[in-house]
């Protein structure tokens, strides 16, 4: 593992990119809706979209039409819920579905609990629900104890640990296991990974990389698995500006046409 201090290198190569949202492409916010990926961070991802030949995707607890939302005017392939939907290259979705019964009576059993501890939300993804408790941080043991207790009520589910948030999804689902289809395709197959991400979630993804022989980054602070670190989101901002330029420098005609200006400022 890496030290804090350490930072990614800047490579090149035949590459793909895969990047955690929150927590990574934009910074935490109180609550989920506030949250963005800047106009120029959105372009610059673009930009690597196009000199890595599509091969970069975004791998989120959030659904895709958030993400799609949040990264607009762009299209990438995407996975959300963890993988439980995915959206490859060719605009092919991939969906893992839960029966409409029992996602009716967890939204049900959820609702009535979460009353009883003001200041936790829930949030029903159509196949899996977060429990977030940022707004009321004295509630997190009692919401651990919930979501322990529906997945024993539930073996169809698993927990999922995040920052202020508890995750029950359906199981087998990470973000490891999406990373994992999107190399088995084109344009990802045959490329060397990069994931980044800052979450307990993503070190599903980083074990994935790892085993790929790819580079894994870990945002912020915090024990992982992953090979490097970056300090903040403003460090992958500026890491992923150095990269870009560096990886332009190596392929100086990849972008001709594409009219893009420098982010360098912006940045």
């Not at 429990?131 to 927990?159: G, N, V």
């Not at 580079?215 to 901002?237: C, E, H, P, Q």
Request: with cysteine; proline share 6%.
């Amino acid at each position: 593992m890496a030290e804090v201090s350490s930072v990614p290198p800047l490579i090149s190569g035949n590459l793909a990119f895969f990047f955690d949202l929150d927590g990574t492409l934009a910074e935490i916010k109180p609550h989920p809706d506030q949250v963005y990926i800047p106009a120029a961070v959105r372009t610059l991802l673009q930009k690597m979209s196009v000199m890595s030949d599509g091969a970069l995707a975004l791998i989120s607890g959030r659904s895709m039409s958030e993400l799609d939302k949040l990264a607009t005017p762009f299209h990438f392939p995407l996975a959300g819920v963890h993988g439980a939907e995915r959206r490859d290259i060719n605009d092919k979705t991939h969906i893992v579905t839960l029966p409409e019964p029992m996602v009716a009576a967890l939204h049900q059993q959820l609702s009535e609990a979460l009353q009883y501890h003001p200041g936790t939300e829930l949030e029903a993804k159509g196949m899996a629900f977060a429990l977030h408790y940022r707004q009321a941080p004295e509630a997190k043991e009692a919401i651990f104890e919930l979501a322990q207790a529906m997945i024993q009520r539930y073996p169809e589910l698993a927990l999922q640990p995040g920052k202020c948030v508890v995750e029950l999804k359906p199981l087998g689902i990470d973000k490891g296991a999406a990373i994992r289809a999107f190399m088995q395709e084109a344009p990802f197959a045959g490329r060397k990974p990069v994931f980044i991400g800052d979450d307990l979630t993503d070190e599903a993804g980083f074990k994935q990389v790892n085993a790929l022989g790819g580079v894994t980054i870990k945002v912020g602070s915090g024990d992982t698995i992953a090979n490097y670190r970056l300090a903040n989101v403003r460090m992958v901002y500026h890491w992923l500006g150095k990269l870009t330029q560096h990886i332009e420098q190596q392929k100086p005609d990849i972008l001709r046409g594409e009219n893009y200006e420098s982010l360098s400022g912006s940045l």
